[in-house]
């Protein structure tokens, strides 16, 4: 018994001293960098990824109110419902054990990052079940709203898990939305659309941005206050990251709490709004996810949490809480780990986390359809 004990406390002093190791930026502190060398990466292969990024930027309009009216054209009723903002060019980071082996364009403008914004508003719930104020992730929606979101038959057997899954299959309307005009079917018309039989919760992923604003809807009720500022207050302050960033919701999406008007946020920007954020602050929140939930020694996030954020969903084995996965799928990247995941977003933003090889990427403006090639070219860089 007394070996192990002493085992034990040689393991913990160990796993203490390489956690202190950790490199964490300050806040507005210059990050640290290092060459690839002692990065362990190929110097002329890193060179070849970098050279790939800039030589594919998004080809989409600069001006992101033109680019997301062509992108979602086909959608019956779509319209700009939020803010939006004249994108900056091309530019990204990757960091080796938190330290900056590459970085290109503006990494301190704040972009449009659209979808990546859906992976805050997950760990919005993730922090809510850390802190019991969701019991549990499969428990129905509707025992902590009552105001008719999840009445009916249908909307009443949806669960937390399947928002997060965006296989909810919710139905109804928000701010203006219908769950049914949100990227419908390639075949059929409106009628098929509007009147098809909705699929059973949990059984399909359907990637919707109306079904994600009512996750983030149902989450400002159960926090009782602005998600932006639970962001601010729980995960961004305490990860050093400027204070630039700004989460939107639409226009009219105002609702009164506790005799407070507040403003519900968007999980994208499909319609305008979201999360305008930085480069940088984007990879402070993707070495928070390399780092298990931790930031210089202090857990923000729980380990279980981002366990359970990263399992495939039964519906999608690409895709956990909000997270995509590079699990052998439709959405795998040939040539790139199984374990890594990440953040996406429309016009090429990503948060890539790459567990392995200690890595965190982060793209802007790079061609949606080049990142899986150029996530490859870096793995065989490394």
Same mark, same amino acid.
């Given at each position: &018994? *007394? ?28 990050? =640290? ?9 190929? =110097? ?14 998004? #080809? ?12 979602? *054209? ?39 990052? %659209?979808?990546? +914004? *859906?992976?805050?508003?997950? +760990? ?72 098809? =039989? ?6 399909? &992923? ?9 996750? #983030? ?15 601010? /207050? ?28 507040? *403003? ?37 996030? #729980? #380990? /279980? ?15 956990? %809480? ?40 982060? +793209? ?19």
């Amino acid at each position: &018994m *007394k070996t192990l004990s002493i085992l034990f406390i040689i393991g913990l002093t160990s796993f203490q001293a390489t956690a202190q190791a950790y490199y964490f930026p300050e806040r507005n502190a210059a990050w =640290t960098e290092i060459t690839a060398k002692e990065a362990e990466i190929d =110097t002329n292969g890193l060179a070849d990824v970098i050279a790939f990024a800039k030589a594919n930027e998004y #080809s989409g309009s600069r001006d992101l109110r033109i680019a997301i009216l062509e992108g979602f *054209k086909r959608e019956p009723f779509h319209e700009i419902l939020g803010p939006t903002k004249k994108r900056g060019g091309l530019a990204g980071m990757i960091l080796k054990n938190g330290k900056v082996v590459a970085q290109w364009g503006d990494t301190k403008r704040v972009d449009m990052t %659209f979808s990546v +914004t *859906k992976s805050f508003l997950s +760990t919005m719930a993730g922090l809510a079940i850390d802190k019991n104020l969701i019991a549990n992730v499969d428990d129905p929606v509707k025992n902590y709203l009552w105001d008719g979101t999840f009445d009916g038959q249908h909307n009443s057997q949806i669960t937390w898990r399947h928002l997060l899954q965006q296989n909810s299959a919710w139905q109804g309307i928000l701010w203006g939305g219908k769950d049914w005009a949100d990227r419908p079917p390639r075949e059929g018309d409106l009628d098929d659309w509007q009147y098809a =039989t909705p699929k059973t919760p949990g059984t399909v &992923m359907e990637y919707n941005d109306v079904r994600v604003n009512v996750l #983030s809807y149902s989450l400002l009720h159960v926090w009782r206050k602005p998600l932006p500022q639970v962001l601010k /207050e729980e995960v961004m302050d305490k990860i050093g990251a400027s204070t630039t960033w700004r989460w939107h919701g639409y226009k009219e999406a105002w609702v009164e709490i506790d005799g407070i008007q507040m *403003k519900s946020v968007t999980g994208g920007g499909h319609s305008g709004a979201g999360l305008f954020i930085s480069a940088e602050d984007m990879a402070r929140f993707g070495l928070l996810f390399l780092h298990d939930g931790v930031w210089n020694n202090e857990r923000l996030i #729980s #380990s /279980e949490w981002i366990q359970n954020a990263i399992e495939p969903s039964v519906a999608n084995v690409n895709y956990g %809480f909000m997270w995509w996965l590079n699990k052998k799928g439709a959405r795998h990247w040939e040539g790139v780990g199984e374990e890594v995941y990440y953040a996406a977003g429309f016009g090429g933003n990503f948060i890539i986390i790459d567990r392995k090889h200690d890595l965190v990427v982060v +793209t802007r403006w790079l061609e949606p359809n080049k990142v899986g090639e150029f996530m490859a070219k870096l793995t065989k860089a490394l």
